[in-house]
């Protein structure tokens, strides 16, 4: 998953100039940036990608999931995650807050809740055999026997049998098996300004106290 993502971010850089639209000015970034393990800085250099992929969109400046798609295996529901408002479309606030789940930075606790959500495609608050199934057989090779997977899966975390994993069940499971996050832990976007300096729109100290910025 974490590597499906990489490549498909750092891609979205190598297609030339910087946008020239700018779709959120420095005040909504750091709005953004308070409420995500994200940097201004790195939310400049987001920024750039979100606009370059909206290109030739409609100028509607929000991505479709037909563009997304286009770079991205798994692509349709983590689309499908990030658009909070459910209008099929995604502005560039939806698209950085889904993005930061990925952050190093991010607590434990959201990667976890993340995971759990992902699995519940039908937003049941629990997950049974069918919502593990689904999500293996789209991530390995086809033909691989799941059921052996999905058994032990559910022996193990399904501690009052009843059939369903709820997300304490869940949570518990992860906290033996801390390896099961390792794909929401993507390093690459706490590189961006580091591999793409280019992208970033100034080099600044932003002060949100007094609105204003100290240009080193």
């Given at each position: 998953?974490?590597?499906?993502i990489?490549k498909?971010?750092?891609?979205?850089?190598g297609?030339g100039?910087p946008?020239?639209?700018?779709?959120?000015?420095?005040?909504?970034?750091?709005?953004?940036?308070?409420?995500?393990?994200f940097?201004v800085?790195?939310?400049?250099?987001?920024h750039?990608?979100?606009?370059?992929?909206c290109q030739?969109?409609?100028?509607?400046f929000?991505?479709?999931?037909?563009?997304?798609?286009q770079g991205c295996?798994?692509?349709a529901?983590?689309?499908?995650?990030?658009d909070?408002d459910r209008d099929?479309?995604?502005?560039?606030?939806?698209?950085a807050?889904?993005?930061?789940?990925?952050?190093p930075?991010?607590p434990?606790?959201?990667?976890?809740?993340?995971?759990f959500?992902?699995?519940?495609?039908?937003?049941?608050?629990?997950?049974?055999k069918?919502?593990i199934?689904?999500f293996l057989a789209g991530?390995?090779?086809?033909?691989?026997n799941?059921d052996?997977?999905v058994?032990?899966t559910?022996?193990e975390?399904?501690t009052?049998?009843?059939?369903?994993?709820?997300?304490?069940?869940w949570?518990?499971m992860v906290?033996?098996?801390?390896?099961?996050?390792?794909?929401l832990t993507?390093k690459?976007l706490?590189?961006l300004?580091?591999?793409?300096p280019?992208?970033?729109?100034?080099v600044?100290?932003?002060n949100?106290?007094?609105?204003?910025?100290?240009h080193?």
């Amino acid at each position: 998953m974490a590597s499906l993502i990489s490549k498909w971010v750092f891609s979205c850089f190598g297609g030339g100039a910087p946008a020239k639209d700018k779709l959120y000015n420095i005040d909504c970034l750091a709005k953004i940036a308070s409420a995500t393990p994200f940097q201004v800085c790195e939310l400049e250099a987001l920024h750039e990608l979100f606009a370059s992929l909206c290109q030739g969109e409609d100028r509607s400046f929000k991505l479709s999931k037909a563009t997304w798609a286009q770079g991205c295996r798994m692509s349709a529901r983590f689309f499908d995650m990030f658009d909070v408002d459910r209008d099929g479309r995604l502005n560039f606030d939806e698209f950085a807050r889904g993005l930061a789940v990925f952050h190093p930075s991010t607590p434990r606790d959201a990667k976890i809740k993340f995971m759990f959500d992902f699995y519940d495609l039908q937003r049941k608050g629990f997950l049974v055999k069918s919502d593990i199934e689904g999500f293996l057989a789209g991530a390995l090779p086809s033909g691989t026997n799941l059921d052996p997977i999905v058994d032990a899966t559910f022996a193990e975390a399904d501690t009052n049998l009843d059939g369903r994993i709820d997300r304490d069940e869940w949570k518990a499971m992860v906290a033996k098996h801390e390896t099961i996050l390792r794909p929401l832990t993507l390093k690459a976007l706490q590189e961006l300004t580091l591999a793409y300096p280019d992208f970033i729109f100034h080099v600044v100290d932003y002060n949100p106290e007094v609105n204003s910025f100290d240009h080193s």
